[in-house]
T-cell receptor, first 115, second 112 residues
Framework: DTAVSQTPKYLVTQMGNDKSIKCEQN?????MYWYKQDSKKFLKIMFS???????INETVPNRFSPKSPDKAHLNLHINSLELGDSAVYFC??????????????FGPGTRLLVL | SQKIEQNSEALNIQEGKTATLTCNYT??????LQWYRQDPGRGPVFLLL?????KEKRKERLKVTFDTTLKQSLFHITASQPADSATYLC???????????FGKGTTLSVSS
């Protein structure tokens, strides 16, 4: 059973398009995250949600909008895609509140390429 | 703001040796420190968590130390194997205790 799953795995699209990435976790965790890993492999937190409520928004452009329909799902919608959005996006989840005291479980990543 | 540095981008060692990776941080005192492993094309996988009041943590061939005076963590893999080749990420909780901040990682290559 996959603990944290993301779809799609690959996403190639044109500049200016709008796209969504879906994430689901079957671990029963309360907190979910989106991270961006750039070409230099630097993994940076974008958002975290706890029980469907936004906890962290780390100076991410307004073009990125997370949506959590329930605590098992956290989707990421990106409007007006730009070349600089090309990266690997990871979803993760953890038990309890966000923070360093909890182990995070990562999905396999979505490789986004904006042309 | 918090700053995390992993001492080198790449580390090459021979099979059977001990690999030691370093994570340094500045500007604050995290309560928790974690280490993750990331293989190419995959998401990070949790390895170990250590608290600020713990000096050392072990799991099989892995050992982590946490020196809050030096603001440094060392991650050791003893009797390294080619299968240990991967990128290892250090992560600390941020000052608000609401997120993990990751270092850039050290890519370990173990040759047979």
């Amino acid at each position: 059973d996959t603990a944290v799953s993301q779809t799609p795995k690959y996403l190639v699209t044109q500049m200016g398009n709008d796209k969504s990435i879906k994430c689901e976790q079957n671990l029963g965790h309360d907190t979910m995250y989106w991270y961006k890993q750039d070409s230099k492999k630097f993994l940076k937190i974008m958002f975290s949600y706890n029980n469907k409520e936004l906890i962290i928004n780390e100076t991410v452009p307004n073009r990125f909008s997370p949506k959590s329909p329930d605590k098992a799902h956290l989707n990421l919608h990106i409007n007006s895609l730009e070349l600089g959005d090309s990266a690997v996006y990871f979803c993760a989840s953890s038990n309890g509140l966000a923070g360093g005291q909890e182990t995070q479980y990562f999905g396999p990543g979505t490789r986004l390429l904006v042309l | 703001s918090q700053k995390i540095e992993q001492n080198s981008e790449a580390l090459n060692i021979q099979e059977g040796k001990t690999a030691t990776l370093t994570c340094n941080y500045t500007n604050y005192s995290p309560a928790y420190l974690q280490w993750y492993r990331q293989d190419p094309g995959r998401g990070p996988v949790f390895l170990l968590l250590i608290r600020e009041n713990e000096k050392e943590k072990r799991k099989e061939r892995l050992k982590v130390t946490f020196d809050t005076t030096l603001k440094q963590s060392l991650f050791h893999i003893t009797a390294s194997q080619p299968a240990d080749s991967a990128t290892y990420l250090c992560a600390l909780d941020n000052q608000a205790g609401t997120a993990l901040i990751f270092g850039k990682g050290t890519t370990l290559s173990v040759s047979s």
